[in-house]
């Protein structure tokens, strides 16, 4: 069975950073885009960046442009978030997801494979 495991949620000021982790298991990700979203209390589940998982290919929500950085190791079957300049805004679960790159992987209803969520709050 696929599995998503989503680390490295915490607590942290504004304008301090995070390092989120995705670890992959179940099956090999050649063909899928992997991806962030995040969810606040009382609002839609919302793209943050993705990744193709071969080739590296990147895209970004303007919202986090500049701030976060999405990259992958192949070799250890795991995904990375690094989040800077954090805001309160910011706050919210991070959720990791994989998506066959055959669909538009900008889209969350594209994605096959989700992981648990971690929790990110940033503080004023």
């Known amino acids: 069975q696929v599995q998503l495991v989503e680390s490295g949620g915490g607590l942290v000021q504004a304008g301090g950073s995070l390092r989120l982790s995705c670890a992959a298991s179940g099956r090999t990700f050649n063909d899928y885009y992997m991806g962030w979203f995040r969810q606040a209390p009382g609002k839609e589940r919302v793209f943050l960046a993705t990744?193709?998982?071969?080739?590296?290919?990147?895209y970004y929500a303007d919202s986090v442009k500049g701030r976060f950085t999405i990259s992958r190791d192949n070799a250890k079957n795991t995904m990375y978030l690094q989040m800077n300049s954090l805001k309160p805004e910011d706050t919210a679960v991070y959720y990791c997801?994989?998506?066959?790159?055959?669909?538009?992987?900008?889209?969350?209803?594209?994605?096959?494979?989700w992981g648990q969520g971690t929790q990110v709050t940033v503080s004023s």
């Open positions: 997801a994989a998506c066959l790159r055959s669909g538009n992987c900008l889209w969350a209803n594209h994605y096959q494979y």
């Open positions: 990744i193709s998982w071969s080739g590296g290919r990147t």
